[in-house]
C-alpha cells in the first residue's frame, strides 16, 4: 500500500522517524479535497504521544478536506543545509501517512498545552492562561501515523 524510498543510500537508521518529529516544529500537510486537488498547507505541531497535533481555526479549507477525506500526508524536514559544490542538500526529512481526526476534552487541551511547551517554552503561563480562555475558539487535530519513512543526506 504505501511505497518504500527507493534510494536506500539516503534511508535514515530505525528510530529517526521519531527523532525527527519531535526536533521538528513546522511541517506540510497534504489532503485532498472534494474536488480531487491537493492542498497543502504549512503548519506548526507537536509530536505527543506518537502522534501529529496541530491547532487551527474553526473552519477553512484544510478541515473542509479533512472531514471530507481523512487520509493525509505530513512531511517534516530539518537540518537543511545547501551545498552548492556538490549541487545537492543536506537534510532529514520524514513522510508521515495516516488518518486525521478532530480531538476535544481532555486530549484537546493536553495537546494544546504540548504546544505550547514545545513551541512556546518561555511563555507557559501565559499560555495556559491563554488556553483556558480561548480553548474554544480552535480546533486541534490529531493525525494517527499509520506508515512513515525517514530519509536524509547528512554528508
Known amino acids: 500500500m504505501f511505497r518504500e524510498i527507493q534510494n536506500t543510500k539516503k534511508i535514515l537508521p530505525q528510530g529517526s522517524v ?26 506548526n505541531y507537536v509530536y505527543h ?11 477553512g479549507h484544510k478541515l473542509d478536506n479533512i472531514f471530507f ?7 517534516v524536514y530539518v537540518d537543511t543545509e545547501l551545498m552548492p559544490s556538490k549541487f545537492s542538500t543536506k537534510f532529514r526529512s520524514v513522510i508521515a501517512f495516516g ?7 481532555d486530549e484537546k487541551k493536553e495537546a494544546l498545552l ?6 512556546s517554552p518561555d511563555h507557559i ?14 480546533r ?16
Do not use: W
Not at 504521544?49 to 473552519?59: P, T
Not at 477525506?69 to 512531511?75: Q, W, Y
Open 99 to 105: 488518518k486525521a481526526e478532530e480531538v476535544s476534552g
Open 125 to 138: 503561563p501565559a499560555g495556559e492562561k491563554y488556553i483556558d480562555n480561548d480553548m474554544d475558539k480552535t
Open 69 to 75: 477525506n481523512p487520509r493525509v500526508s505530513f512531511c
Open 49 to 59: 504521544n506518537g502522534a501529529v497535533y496541530f491547532h487551527c481555526a474553526l473552519s
Open 140 to 155: 486541534v487535530i490529531k493525525i494517527n501515523i499509520e506508515h512513515a519513512t525517514a530519509k536524509g543526506r547528512v554528508k
Open 18 to 43: 521519531e527523532e525527527i518529529l519531535q526536533s521538528g516544529e513546522e511541517g506540510v500537510l497534504a489532503t485532498v479535497g472534494e474536488d480531487g486537488y491537493p492542498y497543502a498547507t504549512p503548519l
Open 114 to 119: 504540548a504546544l505550547v511547551h514545545r513551541l
